[in-house]
């Protein structure tokens, strides 16, 4: 059974930095596209950032330059290293893998910028 297990979210304030964790696991890891989602209050789920297999990223231009997404395939993990945050970076935080027609899912991680 896989299981997506999300990490390191909370309070933090603007222009401070964060960093998310998110550890895969029943699954083959470096097999898998791996993405950091985000649902801002009201709104719908969006990519912020996304990893492929062969470490090549991709971000939404809203936190483009600010946020990094990279993956340790040793340790099963993919980090969202939040630099520079904004209040409208405010959301919860999901964290989904897929290989072929699958996605797993965490729970999501509640991201508070605010002073």
């Known amino acids: 059974q896989v299981q997506v297990a999300e990490s390191g979210g909370g309070l933090v304030q603007p222009g401070g930095s964060l960093r998310l964790s998110c550890v895969i696991s029943?699954?083959?890891?470096?097999?898998?596209?791996i993405g950091w989602y985000r649902q801002p209050p009201g709104k719908q789920r969006e990519l912020a950032a996304g990893i492929g297999i062969f470490r090549e990223t991709k971000y939404d231009d809203s936190v483009k330059s600010r946020f990094t997404i990279s993956r340790d395939n040793n340790e099963n993990t993919v980090y969202l290293q939040m630099d520079s945050p904004e209040p409208e970076d405010t959301a919860v935080y999901y964290c989904?893998?897929?290989?072929?027609?699958?996605?797993?899912w965490g729970q999501g991680a509640q991201v508070t910028v605010s002073t």
């Open positions: 989904s893998g897929k290989v072929g027609s699958s996605s797993y």
């Open positions: 029943g699954a083959t890891f470096s097999g898998l596209a």
